[in-house]
């Protein structure tokens, strides 16, 4: 059992990376505003106003989206269809991606066939 977590710095891509892991059959995700160290500083801290020049477009916001994942087959469909719907992750600013391994987890919702995952 994983963890996936998305950070978005597009806040765009929302719809787009839920509906993509929806058909790929994850149906619990939490998703919360966030916000980088880096667009932080530089919209909020004078000093370091020089840091917005690093930033293409220097918003203080975007998206953290996370999911705790059963099944190995399901995660790694989910991390390339993800993939795909973002495009480069390595180019700058594009979001994170990352999984963490989970050692138990209680209150998963019943899968939509009634079976759990």
């Known amino acids: 059992m994983d963890m996936l977590t998305i950070i978005l710095n597009n806040t765009e ?5 839920l509906e993509t892991l929806l058909k ?3 149906r619990g ?9 880096g667009r932080t500083l530089c919209t909020k801290v004078p000093l370091f106003g020089g840091i917005r020049n690093l930033f293409e477009d220097c918003r203080p916001n975007n998206v953290t989206i996370f999911s ?4 190995p087959g399901k995660l ?3 991390i390339n269809a993800v993939k795909k719907t ?5 180019r700058p600013g594009a979001g994170f991606m990352f999984v963490v391994p989970v050692t138990e987890a209680y209150g998963f919702a ?6 759990d995952e």
């Open 68 to 71: 705790v994942i059963k099944d």
């Open 86 to 90: 973002m495009g480069d992750l390595e």
């Open 76 to 78: 790694r469909n989910a």
């Open 24 to 26: 790929v059959g994850v």
């Open 13 to 17: 891509d929302l719809d787009a990376v």
């Open 110 to 115: 019943p899968e939509l066939n009634g079976h």
């Open 29 to 37: 995700a939490t998703v919360i505003d966030s916000s980088g160290m």
